[in-house]
């Protein structure tokens, strides 16, 4: 038998095996870890799949390569009622089937000798004088430290009593085109559920290959508040893309919840942190697979320096976070889904669609997807200026205007006043 391991890394999606990955790129050695999951991989995982330019970079770094399967978009589109607008980034984005990224992901923590125990169910976990007690089933071990990655519900933070983000609701299911004018190689965002009083967005994403002409899509709904009830977003889904001429294949409409990043969550106690989902993603968008790579990175930097101190505790973690790139986006996606999933979310819809420099922004392939928040001081400048020129965006209710047979989205919204 080997030594014991020092850090148990409870989860192996994205948070938990991009956590282990950077560990060893930063010196730990891959027999003090070892990773847990309740699954057996490849599991299913419910989610779009849609992997942004530094989700991309990061796997491309660590794998050296994109992994097997998949494919990349030619970029994403907003759209709602009031209009559509491109969104490109400075480099590509994919979409991949959970169950063969995150095995892809594993393999490769498995291939630099990390210790994978698939289906084991972690059922308690407990201070202990030094580390953290993990039992599953009748064994119970003790680690110097545990690196909580096991998602929106995960046991981690509930036992380690620290303060999640909202919580949201979303539900998805793969649909076939039957007569809908589809866009194979775009990753739609559609904020069509705000106008039926959904604080969150729809997506229609490619899947499994957006190369593909006779593709499925993926169909969704993110309730970004957690209000909403399940079977309501499910009905709301199945019409919505039977409004677009899609017809669902799967033989149901699957829902999971969201954790959100916020600037008041906790993600650390003496020996535990907190990484991925279990510290919370992208409010806004709901994006939370490249958030979870960049959040491990930051993880592993802090533990790694820990380690050599061989201290329990991590001064700041949090705050920490928030003063990387990656921290201050999700703090900033916060405060932009507080107004548009907000008291007065046409408002903002308005603003969204309606503001100029945020479209040209959005559409120059620079880092600004993603990064928003290094935009701030223009951002609210231009937004200022705006309202002197214009006045205030209305907050009254958007209604669905019947958009003329053959009328482009863009072309119907520059003959409507968005203001
Ligand atoms: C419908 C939907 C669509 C989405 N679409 C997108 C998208 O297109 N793009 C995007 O970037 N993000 C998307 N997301 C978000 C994304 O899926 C998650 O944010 C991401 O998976 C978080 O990674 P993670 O590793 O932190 O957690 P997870 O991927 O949830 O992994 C947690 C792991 O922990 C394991 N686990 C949990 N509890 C235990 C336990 N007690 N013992 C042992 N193991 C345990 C689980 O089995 C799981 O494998 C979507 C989410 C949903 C719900």
């Not at 201290?311 to 790139?325: K, M, N, Q, R």
């Amino acid at each position: 038998m080997g030594r014991p391991q020092r850090i148990a890394i409870l989860g192996a999606g994205p948070g938990g095996t991009a956590t282990a990955l950077e560990l060893i790129a930063a010196g730990v050695d891959p027999g003090d870890l070892v990773l847990i999951d309740k699954a057996r991989f490849p599991r299913p995982k419910l989610c779009g799949g849609g992997i942004t330019v530094r989700g991309t970079e990061w796997i491309a770094r660590v794998l050296g390569a994109r992994p097997e399967g998949g494919g990349t978009t030619n970029g994403l589109e907003f759209r709602c009622e009031l209009g559509a607008f491109e969104v490109r980034e400075r480099g590509p984005q994919w979409v991949f089937d959970r169950g063969e990224l995150d095995l892809a992901l594993l393999e490769a923590c498995r291939a630099r000798g990390v210790e994978v125990r698939e289906e084991t169910n972690v059922t308690a976990l407990e201070p202990a004088p030094s580390g953290w007690r993990v039992r599953s089933g009748s064994t119970t071990e003790t680690f110097e430290w545990v690196v909580g990655a096991d998602g929106a519900n995960g046991l981690s933070r509930r036992a380690s009593g620290l303060r999640g983000g909202i919580t949201g609701r979303l539900v998805e299911a793969v649909f076939e085109p039957v007569s809908a004018d589809t866009k194979p190689g775009t990753l739609i965002f559609d904020f069509d559920p705000i106008l039926d009083g959904i604080p969150g967005y729809a997506w229609v994403f490619p899947f499994p290959d957006p190369a593909r002409r006779d593709g499925l899509f993926k169909i969704g709904v993110m309730d970004g508040r957690g209000v909403v009830a399940g079977d309501v977003l499910r009905r709301w889904t199945e019409d919505y893309a039977a409004r677009l001429g899609y017809r669902l294949v799967d033989s149901k409409i699957h829902g999971w919840p969201e954790r959100y990043f916020d600037a008041g969550v906790q993600g650390h106690r003496p020996g535990l942190v907190l990484v991925g989902e279990a510290l919370g993603i992208d409010a806004l968008l709901g994006e939370g697979i490249a958030p979870s790579l960049e959040i491990a990175s930051y993880a592993a930097s802090r533990l790694r320096r820990a380690l050599d101190d061989r201290s329990a505790t991590i001064a700041g973690y949090e705050t920490g976070f928030l003063a990387t790139a990656e921290g201050r986006n999700l703090w900033f996606q916060a405060r932009l889904a507080d107004r548009l999933y907000g008291r007065h979310p046409h408002r903002w819809l308005r603003v969204l669609f309606g503001m100029p420099y945020l479209r040209a922004l959005a559409g120059s392939g620079r880092e600004a997807y993603g990064r928003l928040a290094q935009h701030v001081p223009a951002l609210c400048a231009r937004y200022v200026l705006e309202i002197a020129r214009r006045g205030a965006p209305s907050a009254a209710p958007i209604t669905r205007a019947a958009r003329p047979a053959g009328t482009s989205r863009t072309a119907f919204a520059e003959s409507r006043d968005v203001q």
